[in-house]
């Protein structure tokens, strides 16, 4: 199984952004910022909604999301659709400061690597699939 790279800085760009649609790697920045939302949700208690709150509301976890992010765990192909849908949906909450929960819900899902990340593995598997 190939796998987006999470040190792109290791090897070639084009090997970098070599997955499939099983599973992508996320890179140290994107891990980066996942950890810091959950950093700054711990101390101010906001951003995110929590398994059960999202559920509820039948919509994905920020902190979920933020723990496999920050874990290094690996990504459906799935999983960054949803990721790319997020910050399409978000990008007008996320420039509070470091207190604001817009703010942090975006750090949760990888922040702005995240959003790069995700569009670059989209358009990567996009365009291997037109070819195929």
């Given at each position: 199984?190939?796998r987006?790279?999470?040190?792109?800085?290791?090897?070639?760009?084009?090997k970098?952004?070599r997955?499939?649609?099983?599973?992508?790697s996320?890179?140290?920045?994107?891990?980066?910022?996942?950890?810091?939302?959950?950093?700054?949700?711990k101390?101010y208690g906001k951003?995110?909604?929590?398994?059960q709150?999202?559920?509820?509301?039948g919509?994905?976890?920020?902190?979920?999301?933020?723990t496999s992010?920050?874990?290094?765990?690996?990504?459906?192909?799935?999983?960054i659709?949803r990721?790319?849908?997020?910050?399409?949906?978000?990008?007008?909450?996320?420039?509070?400061g470091?207190?604001?929960?817009?703010?942090?819900a975006?750090q949760?899902?990888?922040?702005?690597?995240?959003k790069?990340?995700?569009?670059?593995?989209?358009k990567?598997?996009?365009?291997?699939q037109?070819?195929?």
């Amino acid at each position: 199984m190939q796998r987006l790279l999470a040190h792109p800085r290791k090897r070639s760009r084009k090997k970098a952004l070599r997955g499939d649609a099983e599973s992508f790697s996320p890179p140290s920045p994107v891990r980066a910022a996942a950890r810091r939302g959950l950093e700054l949700r711990k101390k101010y208690g906001k951003g995110g909604l929590t398994t059960q709150e999202a559920g509820k509301q039948g919509i994905g976890s920020g902190v979920a999301r933020a723990t496999s992010l920050a874990n290094g765990e690996s990504v459906s192909y799935e999983t960054i659709k949803r990721m790319a849908a997020f910050f399409s949906r978000h990008a007008k909450n996320k420039s509070g400061g470091e207190d604001d929960a817009g703010f942090i819900a975006w750090q949760l899902w990888g922040g702005d690597s995240g959003k790069a990340w995700a569009n670059r593995v989209i358009k990567m598997v996009e365009k291997r699939q037109s070819n195929e």
